[in-house]
């Protein structure tokens, strides 16, 4: 999963450890709010250092979504393209429906139903499934790169997300999908000199980690700095993707966090909706104590998720591929 010049299994080692960590950090920060709503007396740094990690947490995973690209490219088409319907459409409507279900019950809306009835809302990702709708709109571009090489995409991609302002659903989506589909692209760039750059010697890469830290801190204390989809921000969060990039071979391998990137997508789909029944648990029991809620919140927002990892093959997450039909 990384350039053809490597071995599968270093391949797998550092894009699934770095995707780990994104998906769990990703976990442990839709847990803070509702930690610091619930239990006062919170550590104010713990949101912080969620929050300067803001700027960098997606783009890194659409950033190893597009590494992937050119080995997905040089499949048949046919093949390509079932892979992201089993792998991304059908989670997507699978995990629409379920969230959506979940939500109404929840809520007790007087209109009832009115997500699964608000076709902005089902296309453009309700809640956290907007990450999948943006990344099978890149995937569905994606073919377009044996026209245009990957390269040319990424600056236009963010400049152009820049002067989509407005709060029109529509418009807010197609922000998503230039800013961060530049990621995607950037990511896809890169993986033709993912090794040469790995190799670079520390003084560059050193410098842009550093870089980066900068921006993580000045994110934390600012909410449009880390909010905002403009080319700076895109410029300020792909140095420090490229650092991360270049640091992750150098990192001792953490067996957990592979495991966890190889199912990331259990992670991320299952978590803020587990978070999500169990603060309106929270609330409906009226648990008051400050070390339950805090259990309460850890156990759905990361035991749960993480422990249904193995389930990442079943249809739950991924529609079995034809021989798996016929053999169950």
Known sequence: MMAATESSGARAGWMDML??????????????????????????????????????RMPLLFFLSGLLLPRSLAKPPRTYVTGKLRGLVWPFVLWTVIVAIT??????????????????????????LWFLSVLIVCYALAPLTRLVPAWVLPLPMAFASSFLTSDAPWVEYGEKVLWYGAFFFAGAAVAEVVTRWQRLSPLVPAGMLALALAWG?????????RTTL???????????????????????????LEWAG??????????????????ESIDALGIEQPWLITLILIVAGLV????MVP?????????PARRSLRRA
Do not use: C, K
């Open 19 to 56: 995707r780990g960590l994104a998906v769990l950090l990703v976990a442990v920060f839709h847990i803070q709010y509702p930690l610091m709503e619930r239990v006062p007396g919170t550590p104010d740094v713990l949101l912080r250092v969620g929050e300067s990690m803001q700027p960098f």
């Open 103 to 128: 939500f109404e019950a929840l809520w007790r809306d007087e209109d009832r139903w009115w997500l699964l009835t608000d076709a902005t809302a089902m296309l453009t990702g309700f809640q956290h």
């Open 230 to 256: 403009g080319f700076a921000s895109f410029i300020m969060s792909l140095v420090g993707v490229l650092g991360i990039t270049w640091l992750a071979p150098r990192v001792p391998r953490i067996r957990f």
């Open 217 to 225: 801190y000045l994110a934390a204390q600012d909410q449009e700095l």
């Open 262 to 279: 190889r199912g990331s997508i259990v992670v991320y789909l299952v978590n803020l909706t587990t978070i999500t029944l169990a603060f």
């Open 304 to 307: 749960i998720p993480v422990a």
């Open 311 to 319: 389930l990442s093959r079943t249809v739950l997450f991924t529609w």
